[in-house]
């Protein structure tokens, strides 16, 4: 099968907030086909999803879009 492993890919590390970087990042994320509607589908698809692990990687999935 398949083993899941709950870690980020790489360190994240915010020192300043950029206001303009993030009105273009969230204009690339919006809409039906972008990443921010993939992750609405995920995270809805979970609730009818019957088995708990595949359930918490379909919630882990659609967090990291966010």
Request: proline residues 5%; glycine residues 10%.
């Amino acid at each position: 099968m398949w083993g899941y492993e709950k870690r980020l890919q790489f360190p994240v590390n915010i020192k300043n907030c950029d206001a303009r970087a993030a009105k273009i990042i969230i204009s690339q994320y919006g809409g039906p086909d972008g990443e921010l509607g993939a992750s609405l589908r995920y995270l809805s698809q979970r609730y009818a999803m019957p088995y708990d692990d595949i359930s918490g990687l379909l919630t882990d999935v659609g967090i990291s879009f966010c």
